[in-house]
C-alpha cells in the first residue's frame, strides 16, 4: 500500500491497518451532539462555581463527528485480540470461554441497578446468592466457610496471610518465616512479604514437586504457613501433598492454598482434604468472568473452622428465609473492600456453577487436563519437556534446543504466534525452566483447535531452522510490530501534546 492510501476512507474498513489516533481525525469545529439551546436564563461559569479554580484554556478534546467516534472504537476493538476472535493458550490464568448466560445473568437489573447501601430487607435476594455461593465455594474447597469479600487472587492472598497471622497471634505466637516453593507464582512470596513475613525459599525436586529434603530443613517452630499452588505453574499435581500437609502441621504451620489453578480440579479432588488450611479461589479465572488486562476479580477466601473468626467483616448469615449481614465478630481481621465484594462477578460466579452442577464441574477440570496433555503430546518432538509426567491443566515446554541449534528463543516464537493469529503463551515462568513456555489450551476447545495450534508452532521451528530472522522480525502481520518492552515499560507515553 502506497504512503497515504492507508488513511483514505474506504482503506480503514480493512482489518489489519493501521488507526491513527482520535486526535489525528480532529477538525477545528467538528462536533458530534449538539445540545439544544437553554431555556433558562445563561449565567457565567465563574458566577455558578464563584471560589472554583477554573482552567483559563479549553480542554484537549478531539473534535470529531459522532460517526468518526463509532467508527474509530469500533476499529480499535476489532483490533483488540479477544477470546471471541482467537485461541488464547493462556488459558484460564488469563481467559477461558465465559458462557453468555452469565453475562445476561449479571445484567439482570435487580442485581446490576442494585445499590450497595440498599438496607438488608430490600437486597435479600443478592443476600440469598451470595449466601448459597459461600456454601457451594465451601463444598467445592472441603472448607469450613468462605468470605466472598476480596476482590481478586492478589487481594485474597492477602486476606488469607493476614488471616495466619491474626490466627498465630490469637494463640500467643510471633511467627517470623513464610515458606514457599521456587515454582510458585510471583505474589505469593510478595504477599508473605507485605504483611512483614521473612520469605524462604522451597527448592522443587525432579519431579517439578516439593523437595521434602529441603521442606524440612525449613521446618521449625518459626514457621507460619506454607503457601503452595496445586497443580503448581508447571502444571504438575504434588504426589506428596499429603505428607508435605503433615509436616507442615507438625510444627505448627499452616498450609496455604492459591487457587489460581483450580481450573484442574474442581470436582475432582479438595484442598481442604489435602490438608490445606486456607484456599483462596479467582472466581474470575476457575468460574468464569472475562477479566483481561486486569478486571474485574473476585478472590474468595475459605478457611477451617478454627480460623473461621478470624474472617473478613461482614458474613452473611442466614436465619430461617432471612439473610443479614453479620459485623459483629471481634476476632475478624476487619473489613478489605468497599461493599460486599465484586458482585457482578459472584453473579457468574454463582450462574457457572448452578448450570454445571457438581458434575459438569468435574467434567471442566477432566477436559482441561485431557486438553492439555493432548497438546503436549503434540508438541513434546519439538520442545524439551523438563519434568516429562502426566500434566494437568497445563504444561510447560522449553524453547532450548531450539535456540541451542538456531539462535531462536521462546520470545521470538511467541511473537512469531501472533502473525499465525494466536495469542501467545505465558513465556519465561516458572524461572526455574530456562526459555520456558506455559501452556494451558482450557476445556472449552476443540480438537481441531489444538490440532491446528500444534501445526503453527511445528511451522514456526521449522522457520527457525530454515530462517531465523524471520522470527526476530515478528510479528509482522499486526497493526503494530515488535515492541521495546523494557522502554514502554520505563518510559511509558501516557499523554498526546496538542498538535
Known sequence: MSEGQDRLTGARGLVGLPEPTIYDRSRPGRRGVRPPRPDVPVRPLEALAEGAPLRKDPPLLPEVSEHQVVRHYTRLSQLNYAVDTGFYPLGSCTMKYNPRI???????????????????????????????????????????RV???????????????????????????????????????????????MIGFDVVEV??????????????????????????????????FDENIVEIAKRVHAVGGLLYYDGANANAIMGVSRPGDMGFD??????????????GMGGPGSGPVGVKEALVPFLPV????????????????????????????????????YTYIRALGAEGLRRVSE??????????????EDFAVPFDRLCMHEFVVSATPVKQRTGVRA???????????????TVYFPLIVDEAMMIEPTETETKETLDDFARA??????????????????????????????GAARRPVVRIDRP
Not at 208 to 234: E, F, I, Q, W, Y
Not at 316 to 337: A, C, H, M, N, W
Not at 411 to 425: C, N, V
Request: proline share 6%.
Open 102 to 144: 452469565n453475562e445476561e445473568m449479571a445484567g439482570l437489573p435487580g442485581f446490576a441497578h442494585l445499590h450497595p447501601a440498599v438496607p438488608e430487607e430490600a437486597a435479600q435476594g443478592a443476600l440469598q446468592l451470595m449466601w448459597e455461593l459461600e456454601q457451594y465455594l465451601a463444598e467445592i474447597a472441603g472448607m469450613a
Open 147 to 193: 468470605s466472598l469479600q476480596p476482590a481478586a487472587g492478589a487481594q485474597g492472598e492477602l486476606c488469607g496471610m493476614l488471616i495466619i497471622r491474626a490466627y498465630h497471634e490469637s494463640r500467643g505466637e510471633r511467627r517470623r518465616k513464610v515458606l514457599v516453593p521456587d515454582s510458585a507464582h510471583g505474589t505469593n512470596p510478595a504477599t508473605a512479604a
Open 203 to 236: 527448592a522443587s525436586d525432579a519431579r517439578g514437586g516439593v523437595d521434602l529434603d529441603d521442606l524440612s530443613r525449613h521446618l521449625d517452630g518459626d514457621v507460619a504457613a506454607l503457601m503452595l499452588t496445586n497443580p503448581n505453574t508447571l502444571g504438575l
Open 278 to 291: 486456607v484456599v483462596h479461589f479467582n472466581l474470575h479465572k476457575t468460574f468464569s468472568t472475562p477479566h
Open 314 to 349: 461482614p458474613l452473611v448469615e442466614r436465619k430461617g428465609d432471612r439473610f443479614t449481614l453479620d459485623y459483629d465478630r471481634p476476632q475478624s481481621i476487619g473489613r478489605l473492600r468497599s461493599s460486599y465484594g465484586n458482585f457482578g462477578v459472584l453473579v457468574r460466579a
Open 367 to 380: 477436559d482441561a487436563v485431557l486438553n492439555a496433555n493432548y497438546l503436549l503430546h503434540l508438541l513434546r
Open 411 to 425: 520470545l521470538d516464537i511467541a511473537k512469531r504466534l501472533l502473525d499465525y493469529g494466536y495469542h501467545s503463551p
Open 457 to 486: 508452532l511445528k511451522a514456526i521451528v521449522a522457520e527457525a531452522e530454515e530462517n531465523p530472522e524471520t522470527l526476530r522480525q515478528a510479528p509482522t502481520r499486526t497493526p503494530v510490530r515488535r515492541l521495546d518492552e523494557a
